[in-house]
């Protein structure tokens, strides 16, 4: 497990290195000033890919956890088409304010639906893991479909297309900054983490173990909120990434939470970045929305993920 951890990290090394080097306008022939390029548009690019990347992982496996099911992430619990919502409404009602003020309503927003979907699965019977999801994608396509009508409605339909498809073309210094937010939550997700791990054990083990509960699962909301809020205004919505990272991390090095949530940011933020620089090649000098990649990417490891066995390892 060792090796394979740092082959995982040599490869992350690698793909930011690709992902400054490589885009429409080349670096290495001077076709503009590199230090400029690197600092305005390629670094910036690089950072909010792997963070994007990171938050989503970590909030995938929040979700998971909280109501107990390894096939539902934040894509398929409506967090996205709430945050959609909540731009919706700031947008309407005040369309020139401060990026921190959309990115707070959209927390907020996505706070409420994902609070939602948690009640909502308390209802569900949990005998076939298959019929959560499936719960999920009703909910989250009845949320889409509230956000799609009062953007008809209000002639915004353009941005729901722009939140809807996460891409990375136009993060530039100054505007990407937000994603750093990113960073604290996994801070506090570490500190979470035997919680986290309690709360994915059920209501009653958990608090017969002394859980608040209660307050566990809306930190835990918390955290996936403001997670998907930021990264939605920032770059828009990435489908996948929150559903197979946290089980690739998991069929490969067990399930202890606090030791796999470094390997669950690594490989999500390497994921997207692979995906973004992936892109940006596939149909040079033009690009392709890393959302759309790792769609394609995504739905074969998913598949691939349902007829592998579990991993021994369990921490």
Not at 59 to 66: E, F, K, L, N
Not at 108 to 124: E, K, M, N
Not at 187 to 196: F, K, M, N, T
Request: some cysteine; glycine content about 12%.
């Amino acid at each position: 497990m060792r090796g394979l951890t740092v082959a995982a990290v040599l490869g992350f090394v690698l793909l930011i290195g690709a992902s400054l080097l490589i885009g429409a306008t080349n670096i290495v022939n001077g076709d503009l000033d590199a230090g400029l390029l690197l600092a305005v548009s390629r670094f910036p690019r690089t950072c909010a890919a792997i963070l994007a990347g990171a938050g989503l992982a970590l909030s995938g496996v929040v979700i998971q956890q909280t109501v107990q099911n390894r096939l539902v992430e934040p894509g398929l619990v409506g967090t996205p088409e709430a945050a959609m919502i909540g731009l919706l409404a700031v947008t309407m009602i005040a369309p020139g304010a401060a990026l921190i003020i959309k990115m707070s309503a959209a927390t907020v927003s996505a706070l409420i639906g994902t609070c939602g979907f948690f009640l909502l699965a308390r209802l569900v019977p949990r005998k076939d893991p298959m019929l959560l999801p499936l719960v999920g994608l009703i909910y989250a396509g009845v949320l889409s479909s509230i956000a799609l009508y009062a953007a008809w409605l209000t002639d915004l339909v353009q941005y729901i297309g722009v939140w809807q498809s996460g891409e990375f073309s136009g993060v530039l210094k100054g505007r990407y900054e937000l994603l750093w937010l990113v960073a604290g939550v996994a801070g506090a997700l570490y500190l979470l983490a035997d919680r986290i791990t309690i709360l994915g054990l059920g209501e009653d083990y958990a608090r017969s173990l002394g859980l608040n509960y209660r307050q566990t699962v809306y930190l835990g909301l918390a955290i996936v909120a403001v997670c998907v809020s930021v990264i939605v205004v920032t770059v828009g919505s990435l489908p996948f990434v929150g559903l197979v990272v946290p089980n690739i991390v998991s069929r490969i090095w067990g399930d202890n939470l606090r030791q796999n949530l470094p390997k669950i940011a690594l490989l999500g933020g390497g994921f997207v970045l692979a995906s973004d620089v992936i892109g940006r090649i596939v149909r040079w000098p033009y690009e392709i929305p890393a959302a759309t990649i790792f769609a394609m990417i995504g739905a074969v490891i998913f598949l691939w993920l349902l007829n592998i066995p579990r991993s021994s390892k369990h921490g």
